[in-house]
């Protein structure tokens, strides 16, 4: 089993930043990508940003491209969502998660493990 914890959420205006952390832990050698996803009520889970852990490949949704950057720490083994020039539109419960890599397809569908979700909310 593989656990994930995120922290880093929190409220901030329009044009501020947020780093996300995703600390993984547990049969780490059971996935080989880890991703940021977010959600709204109402709305179907969104692929954000993922990274493949072996070659440090990003792939980044065109919503947040330029904005938001995905990184990983293989000695902490946690990575990171930094989220800057933050918009209401980006307000959203974010996920992290782990799985297989499958190429930049950015689908929450081949992701195995799951975070419980860190809210971020974005005021104008």
């Known amino acids: 089993q593989v656990q994930l914890v995120e922290s880093g959420g929190g409220s901030v205006q329009t044009g501020g930043s947020l780093r996300l952390s995703c600390a993984a832990s547990?049969?780490?050698?059971?996935?080989?990508?880890m991703g940021w996803f977010r959600q709204t009520p109402g709305k179907e889970r969104e692929g954000v940003a993922e990274?493949?852990?072996?070659?440090?490949?990003?792939a980044i949704a065109d919503s947040v491209k330029g904005r938001f950057t995905i990184s990983f720490d293989k000695t902490k083994n946690t990575a990171y969502l930094q989220m800057k020039s933050l918009k209401p539109e980006d307000t959203a419960e974010y996920y992290c998660?782990?799985?297989?890599?499958?190429?930049?397809?950015?689908?929450?569908?081949?992701?195995?493990?799951w975070g419980r979700g860190t809210q971020v909310t974005v005021s104008s």
């Open positions: 990274i493949a852990l072996s070659t440090l490949m990003p």
């Open positions: 547990g049969k780490t050698d059971d996935y080989d990508s």
């Open positions: 998660a782990a799985g297989p890599w499958a190429g930049k397809t950015l689908s929450p569908a081949q992701y195995k493990y």
